[in-house]
């Protein structure tokens, strides 16, 4: 292998995992842009649309849908998943965040982090503390582009997440819904004046935000054919590495952050020891808040302070 | 409060009870019915009492009876005023001295464990509970103590003694590296950096084989040394003791325990104490009121970290033994639920939390699955009922109401 096709290998490896984080921050900077508290069970979310995903392929598998029907089985696992871990957002942002909304800061983010060990626990007690295996549906046939593989997989995961990205940006810009998100992220009272309703705008959120994270889920699963209870955890950090490197609350930065994370992090690992390749998001996101904390896109929040 | 918002939380309630049982009930592929509905009424019955909880504190009844209930702990007000504070708390410090004599060992092991808690538990609420910042990291610190007493002893044969500086001021100076870039930021970011710092630890802990012996872990360190002189026929000599007992090592904890109390407590009284309420409560007021914040949030964060330090060495010396698995993320959340649990800022609450919260797990084994759950369930549902926790610092619940009061008129 060239240089040439090793380095257009990196870059869709890079591509690839940098939708995922970007899927996944996007659910952390869309929260933080409406109610400023980082959910931090959005990583518990993300794991948990996996385990629903694994739970609907099994079942498909078991009465032999899935050879017959390839993409109704995708759209169910994926559609499912995404309701389901949307439903469970909702929730737990009426039990935990809604009663804390005028409360001190400290308050509302122990709540988080209570529903978050509450949802990892729970999720190790149901599943199991071992990795389960996903069934393997993804074609590990793929083309080469200039000697560089691509398997289709990685096609449909890639093509899957800018589709959904795509669509929360026509829906945020364009939409009444999602101008009424962006007006409450910009400024609360000021939209409650307007009349906007604002509990329904953070109930909105609460949907979009966990249905992305799901769908992040559901696709790490596939691809890396196991899931594991605890494994929101690294995606989480990783993920807000992204939002931050983005600029925390803005929507294009949050895809921006992803790829970049993802890119920093691919490189790492073909060039140095992999398995300090967790580390470097860490570097990433202590350079960026020492020297642009309020990250790439976003607007100058971070001298604000609690 | 309202009716309709009664309605809302039980439907929620009931909703995530149901959402969540499809998540229970598939451990594999098929649907294990006794174990779906066995959890998933655990789920709705803490939503229930949840739910009655808040009712009864909508109704005015729930004050009346937590009153009473804080008023039989807290030692500053209700019945228990009338017994002088000195005396019910030397009856249970001759209680803690006397329990290593008529303990089982296993006993004494549990109350070993309870202690260390206590320890990091006060360490952490210099940082979350007096200055307001959220360290989700700080089991990271706990390592530093544990690691930097083990290879010390191991490489070099420094004794328990002279590590214990050493380990304090690698994890204060460790401390304001990781502090000092953080702390000028939101509290939120500073929970996310500290929780991928805490993790980062492990992860240098676990791959630096080198130095760490990655998993396998250090063994092999001494158990801390007593000296005492002694007039024999050589005129004062220095013997030697070494801590081997469970008893012995109770004792030493304990006694690291009592000088974190009394150290906690004066920072708690002092001018750099209340500086750190200062700024917890409104940090741009304090700083225009001439409180150095961002020095005193280091420091902050620096105390913080040697207290967990000093609980580092002693867990290594007492079990001659570390790995990086003792030093996973979920720690920090223990430690971070019994500063909450106890009540932020409250030292008895926190004493007591760390006791409960270790002790009973530990005794009644079969909850051991479900700790972790009920915690995280306790610490949301805290926040939301009873924020200022179970025994609140007498500040700390004046500010709590305060702000209710606010919030209502609002």
Not at chain 1, 96 to 112: D, H, T
Not at chain 2, 230 to 252: A, I
Not at chain 2, 312 to 327: D, H, I, Q, R, V
Not at chain 2, 382 to 387: A, D, G, N, T
């Amino acid at each position: 292998m060239d240089t040439q096709s090793f380095i257009i290998q990196q870059l869709i490896n890079a591509i690839f995992l940098g939708s995922i984080y970007a899927l996944i921050a996007l659910g952390y900077t869309m929260v933080y842009g409406i109610i400023e508290l980082i959910n931090f069970a959005h990583g518990e979310l993300f794991t948990s649309g996996a385990f629903i995903g694994i739970i609907v392929l099994a079942i498909l598998q078991k009465f032999g849908f899935v050879e017959t029907h390839f993409i109704l089985t995708m759209i169910l696992a994926f559609g499912l998943a995404m309701a389901y871990v949307a439903v469970l957002g909702v929730a737990i942002e009426q039990v935990a965040y809604k009663p804390l909304r005028n409360a001190s800061r400290l308050a509302a983010i122990l709540s988080a982090l209570g529903m978050s060990i509450f949802l990892s626990n729970g999720m190790m007690l149901s599943q199991g503390v071992s990795d389960r295996a996903y069934p393997q549906l993804l074609s590990i046939r793929g083309v080469s582009i200039m000697d560089a593989r691509i398997t289709y997989g990685q096609i449909f995961i890639i093509i899957l997440s800018v589709a959904l990205m795509a669509a929360l940006y026509v829906f945020v810009k364009g939409s009444r819904l999602g101008k009424a998100m962006r007006a409450t992220a910009q400024n609360k009272t000021m939209a409650r004046m307007c009349g906007i309703d604002i509990d329904k705008t953070i109930r909105v959120t609460f949907i979009i935000g966990p249905a992305l994270g799901a769908a992040a889920g559901v696709m790490v699963g596939l691809y890396y054919g196991s899931v594991r209870f605890d494994m929101g955890f690294i995606y989480m950090i990783k993920a807000f590495a992204a939002a931050i490197l983005g600029g925390i609350g803005s929507i294009p930065g949050a895809m921006l952050g992803g790829l970049i994370i993802g890119g920093v992090e691919v490189l790492w690992s073909a060039f140095l020891p992999s398995e300090w390749k967790d580390v470097t998001t860490f570097i990433v996101l202590i350079l960026v808040l020492y020297l642009k904390p309020s990250g790439i896109l976003g607007e100058d929040v971070a001298e604000t302070r609690v | 409060m309202a009716k309709s918002d009664l309605k809302k939380f039980f439907v929620y309630s009931v909703f995530l009870g149901i959402l969540i049982l499809p998540m229970v009930g598939f451990p594999t592929t098929s649907f294990h019915a006794g174990r779906a509905f066995g959890v998933w009424g655990v789920f709705v019955a803490i939503l229930a009492i949840g739910l009655i909880a808040k009712t009864l504190r909508g109704t005015g009844g729930y004050r009346k009876s937590t009153a009473g209930l804080s008023s039989l702990f807290s030692p500053a007000s209700g019945t228990i005023k009338r017994i002088p504070r000195k005396y019910y708390i030397s009856i249970l410090l001759l209680m803690v001295i006397i329990f290593p004599l008529v303990a089982n060992r296993y006993m004494i092991d549990v109350g070993i464990t309870c202690l260390i808690y206590v320890v990091l538990g006060l360490g952490l609420n210099i940082v979350v509970g007096l200055a307001g910042l959220l360290d989700l990291g700080y089991i990271a610190f706990y390592a530093v103590g544990a690691y930097s007493y083990s290879l010390l002893n191991l490489h070099f044969g420094l004794s328990f003694w002279a590590c214990l500086p050493i380990g304090v001021a690698l994890g204060a100076v460790l401390g304001c590296i990781i502090g000092y870039p953080t702390l000028k930021m939101r509290g939120d970011y500073l929970a996310i950096v500290t929780m991928g710092f805490g993790e980062i630890i492990r992860l240098v802990l676990n791959n630096w084989d080198k130095l760490t012996h990655g998993p396998n872990g250090l063994l092999g360190m001494e158990k801390p040394l007593i000296y005492y002189p002694s007039l024999g026929e050589g005129g004062l000599t220095w013997e030697v003791f070494k801590l081997k007992s469970l008893p012995g090592l109770y004792y030493l904890i304990f006694i690291l325990a009592i000088l974190t109390i009394i150290a906690v407590n004066r920072l708690d009284k002092s001018r750099v104490g209340r500086a750190w309420v200062a700024i917890r409560e409104d940090e741009v007021a304090a700083e225009l009121s001439g409180v150095p914040t961002t020095w005193l949030k280091l420091l902050a964060y620096a105390m913080g970290a040697a207290f967990a330090s000093v609980g580092g060495a002693f867990f290594a010396a007492k079990l001659s033994y570390t790995n990086p698995n003792f030093f996973i993320f979920m720690e920090s959340c223990i430690v971070l639920c019994i500063v909450v649990l106890g009540g932020v800022g409250s030292i008895p609450g926190i004493i007591l939390a760390g006791v409960v919260l270790i002790a009973v797990p530990e005794v009644f084994r079969e909850l051991q699955t479900y700790r972790m759950l009920a915690f995280g369930l306790a610490m949301a549902v805290m926040m939301v009922l009873r924020p200022e926790g179970l025994i609140p610092a007498t500040r700390r619940k004046r500010e709590f109401h305060e702000e209710k009061q606010l919030s209502a008129g609002d």
